[in-house]
Structure formats: C-alpha cells, structure tokens
T-cell receptor
Framework: QQQVKQSPQSLIVQKGGISIINCAYENTAFDYFPWYQQFPGKGPALLIAIRPDVSEKKEGRFTISFNKSAKQFSLHIMDSQPGDSATYFCAASMLSNTGKLIFGQGTTLQVKP | EAQVTQNPRYLITVTGKKLTVTCSQNMNHEYMSWYRQDPGLGLRQIYYSMNVEVTDKGDVPEGYKVSRKEKRNFPLILESPSPNQTSLYFC??????????????FGQGTRLTVV
C-alpha cells in the first residue's frame, strides 16, 4: 500500500524552465510534508517542508503548493538550473505519532543546458 | 561537522554470510532509522529507534535486525543475507517526534550486493 504517490517518475526540463513534481497522499492524519533532494552518490537532504495550515511555502526558487482538500502537494522549481538535476522525494509524516517519514517513489529531474 | 556516518559504503557478499552495516551520528539525536532505496519504490523504512533500547519495525523489516545500545549508534544486521536484499541502504537521524524541527539527516549510503 503506497500511502504517498509521486509523479512523474522522471522529468526533463530545459534550463530556465519550470519543473513541477506532484504528490498525493491518502492519510488525512499526516501533518508534515517535506521534500528531499538527492544527488548521485549522496544521501537525501531536506530541501523544503510545509505543514497543512498553509497553502504555499516559498524558499528561493523552490515552492511547495499544498491542497488539503485534494490531499495533494507539489514542488515547483522556478528558473530550473543544471545544478538542480537530482532525484526528488516527497514525504509525509504524522508528528503526533512516531514522526515516521513515508516517502514517495522519487522523481529523477534532468535540467538540460 | 554534524553528520551521519555509515560504513561500509560498498559491500559485496555471498548469500547467508552474516553482515553488519554500522551507523553513527554526532548530533545527539533521539530518533534513528534505516531505509532501503530501490528503483521505482522510493525509500522504505526497515527499522527505527526512538531512543536507546527502543526499536520497532518499519515497513520492510523481514530479514533485518537492529540494536540501539548507545544513543549515537544504530547498526543494521543481516543475519543471513539473500539476493533480494541487494539494495542501497541509508541510515538517518532526527531530533525526535516531539520537536518542531523534524529534519532527517541521512548518511552517504551503503550499496549492498548479495550474490
């Protein structure tokens, strides 16, 4: 049972374009939604996170959009750069429970120069 | 430097030969966990520990063991590895579920091949 579904599996974007990765979750008890970025040969690292009391969070070129009623959230990368090429994972967690992170399947992003 | 250290980074072993992957963190984190990463499946939790001597199963615990005798260390043990345990393994730590900051810090990963 995949509690967090992520799409697309892979994405190719031209430099300067907008990259959009989508995630959907099932459990309405989730109350923390982070995105992790992973470069080849490295472990994932926290990129940006949101809680369900806000609909959008922006940090530099990275924005999370959150739709609580649709149980969906997405990552937007504006002005995508070749250095953004990585694998991105969305995740969900219940802070009131174990704090366990449940990850999506991952999206491999390639930004072409 | 705050970090999670895993060893070894790469390991090739034969079916049935017991192995241990070590994990150590220097951030005094309470919460530690092990994940395996497989193509198309994302990161799946194997075991987690909320504090010393407190461990519990994650989503895919079969074939694995863990222990948490000290706060900083959380080794992953494969008593009798099988080829379906060939994967990329990550150890992670975080302050704990009670804290507002729940950022998980990951190690560099261990690429395990069981032949």
């Amino acid at each position: 049972q995949q509690q967090v579904k992520q799409s697309p599996q892979s994405l190719i974007v031209q430099k300067g374009g907008i990259s959009i990765i989508n995630c959907a979750y099932e459990n309405t008890a989730f109350d923390y939604f982070p995105w992790y970025q992973q470069f080849p040969g490295k472990g994932p690292a926290l990129l940006i996170a949101i809680r369900p009391d806000v609909s959008e969070k922006k940090e530099g070129r990275f924005t999370i959009s959150f739709n609580k009623s649709a149980k969906q959230f997405s990552l937007h990368i504006m002005d995508s750069q070749p250095g953004d090429s990585a694998t991105y994972f969305c995740a969900a967690s219940m802070l009131s429970n174990t704090g366990k992170l449940i990850f999506g399947q991952g999206t491999t992003l390639q930004v072409k120069p | 430097e705050a970090q999670v250290t895993q060893n070894p980074r790469y390991l090739i072993t034969v079916t049935g030969k017991k192995l241990t992957v070590t994990c150590s963190q220097n951030m005094n984190h309470e919460y530690m966990s092990w994940y395996r990463q497989d193509p198309g499946l994302g990161l799946r939790q194997i075991y987690y520990s909320m504090n010393v001597e407190v461990t519990d199963k994650g989503d895919v615990p079969e074939g694995y063991k863990v222990s948490r005798k000290e706060k900083r260390n959380f080794p992953l043990i494969l008593e009798s590895p099988s080829p379906n345990q060939t994967s990329l393994y990550f150890c992670a730590s975080s302050r704990g579920r009670q804290m507002m900051n729940t950022e998980a810090f990951f190690g560099q990963g261990t690429r395990l091949t069981v032949v």
